[in-house]
């Protein structure tokens, strides 16, 4: 799923914090939904159920904490969250110096039939 959703969600929940509107909130909750339909596999978040390694980083989780927070009205009892890009690069598999993004966790299954057990 691409990273604009984890976006639209954090803006439209910013949105109903600052104007009260629950629209941006419906909208939020409804893209959440979108993110844990598509993204959690197998207890983890990562990009589909083909990739074969999930980034304990990664920033849906903090995405639908702060939305799910915004919901219960506690919002400011969660950290905001601040996106840093995280990797190392170091030498692969015969590859070379490659960061961890590009080969590790863009990894998936050869067989589109087989999921991950």
């Known amino acids: 799923m691409p990273s604009v959703y984890r976006d639209v969600v954090a803006n439209s929940r910013e949105l109903f914090h600052k104007t009260g509107k629950r629209s941006y909130l419906e909208a939020a909750q409804q893209i959440g939904d979108n993110i844990l339909e598509q993204c959690f596999h197998k207890g983890f978040f990562v990009p589909s159920k083909k990739h074969v390694f999930a980034k304990f980083d ?10 799910a927070a915004t919901s219960e009205g ?9 996106p840093t890009p995280s990797y ?7 590859l070379g110096r490659v960061y961890d993004n590009d080969v590790v ?13």
Do not use: K, M, N
């Open 58 to 67: 990664a920033l849906e989780p903090l995405v639908l904490l702060s939305l």
């Open 74 to 82: 506690i919002a400011d009892q969660v950290p905001t969250i601040g």
């Open 88 to 94: 190392f690069q170091c030498p692969f598999d015969g």
């Open 105 to 117: 966790y863009a990894w998936v299954l050869e067989d589109p039939q087989r999921e991950l057990e």
